[in-house]
């Protein structure tokens, strides 16, 4: 039987590649996809899969195809679940997608994760794999053979599996943001350690003097950084140090899980959180009040169908025609500022602006106040009616 495992080089996919070989007899082909994870990272996996005796190892950069299919569309819905820029399960679709890919070019007889039964990930591998290519038999070892992680630990042991030294947590890192669970960070009354964090600087280490970020939008999208024309994925890496360096896009939750668990989690998100805020920003300078509001119950639908590993959900494409309609006049420029781990909008400008300073100024009026008024007599006429009926 030949499988193609969706491999990370990480404690569960490492173990999945031995139970692969051994439990289930197959041979195995490790797939790395980068979507902005540490490089290092990505070099060291490969080795690992080669040590392991592998069939084959494939590697494929789907950062551009990241960047623009999935997160500048979470981008355009402001995408937040419970507070969460979505960075880990933005990125298992576009690599369950590869993973299809793979598998059918190989000739495959089935696909692999190593997911336990616990996380929101198998339902983002899974329900794309089974709609994409029910023809495709799934493999979960982990999760098939019920390990926990001190068994994990134990099996590698005896497998004479080399595990990472002080791998205290368990990590999931991409373009659009850095995930840390487990281990001590499992007790939500701890603070978490320092030590999690590795993209954004503690506050009292950040740079004295706030800085200013200008970010060009055009329909939605980031084209601009400080005035220069770069690709989304230079904009979000840029970003990713700035804003990390001044401490910005920590992010700690307690999350609801799809199967109901509530769970502790850490991120950091320098660049989507101030991407999110900007975009915002700018959607509230162009909008009308009506349609603020109502992207606002669309945007948060899209999250949490994204969240729950439903990609694939007609609804999704639906509210992405909705909301990309929407981001047709949000073209313009955002100035944000970074300071001591916080970051706050400070300018707005857009060709589109609905904003009229002759109409609001309190200096000259753009209008003829008295005519007020009269429109004040019927304001809030039903609740007068109401009233004088003495309804209880
Ligand atoms: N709670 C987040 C999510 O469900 C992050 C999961 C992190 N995944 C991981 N394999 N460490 O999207």
Redesign the pocket.
């Known amino acids: 039987m030949k499988v193609v495992l969706s491999f990370s080089g990480g404690l569960d996919t490492l173990v999945a590649v031995r139970l692969l070989q051994e439990k289930y007899n197959a041979d195995v082909i490790t797939l790395t996809v980068d979507v902005g994870q540490n490089p290092v990272a990505l070099k060291n996996a490969e080795k690992k899969a080669k040590q392991l005796g592998v069939l084959r190892h494939v590697h494929i950069d789907a950062r551009k195809e990241f960047v623009e299919k999935y997160i500048f569309r979470s981008l355009k819905a402001n995408g937040l679940y419970e507070g969460?820029p979505l960075s880990?399960?933005l990125a298992r679709y576009p690599i369950a997608t590869k993973l299809i890919k793979v598998a059918r070019k190989e000739k495959a007889d089935a696909v692999a994760h190593g997911c336990t039964g616990k996380?929101?990930?198998q339902f983002r591998f899974d329900t794309t794999i089974t709609t994409k290519a029910p023809e495709l038999k799934i493999i979960a070892p982990i999760r098939e053979t019920n390990l926990d992680r001190n068994q994990e630990i134990e099996y590698a042991r005896k497998k004479g599996i080399t595990l990472d030294a002080g791998r205290l947590y368990?990590?999931?890192e991409n373009l659009w943001g850095r995930?840390i669970?487990g281990g001590a960070l499992e007790d939500p009354a701890k603070i978490p350690s320092e030590e999690i964090y590795v993209w954004t600087r503690p506050s009292e280490k950040t740079p004295t003097k706030p800085c200013i970020v200008e970010m060009g939008f055009k329909d939605g999208v980031p084209v601009t950084l400080d005035g220069k024309r770069m690709s989304g994925l230079n904009i979000i890496t840029k970003l990713n140090q700035i804003a990390g360096d001044y401490g910005v896009g920590r992010i700690e939750l307690i999350?609801d899980?799809i199967l109901g668990l509530k769970?502790r989690?850490n991120y950091e998100a320098p660049a989507a959180t101030v991407l999110i805020q900007a975009h915002r920003a700018l959607e509230q300078l162009v909008m009308t009040k009506q349609e603020l509001v109502f992207k606002q119950l669309v945007d948060q639908i899209w999250a949490d169908l994204v969240?729950s590993g439903l990609w694939y959900d007609p609804l999704r494409e639906d509210l992405d025609a909705f909301i990309n309609s929407t981001q047709r006049r949000v073209t313009g420029r955002i100035k944000v500022e970074l300071n001591r781990g916080s970051s706050r909008v400070v300018a707005r400008s857009s060709p589109y602006s609905l904003y009229d300073e002759k109409l609001v100024s309190f200096e000259k009026f753009g209008f003829d106040q008295r005519e007020v008024t009269g429109i004040i007599k019927f304001h809030g006429l039903q609740g007068k009616l109401v009233h004088k009926r003495k309804v209880k």
């Open positions: 969460y880990t399960a996380g929101n990930d368990s990590i999931d995930s669970e999350e899980r769970a989690e969240y």
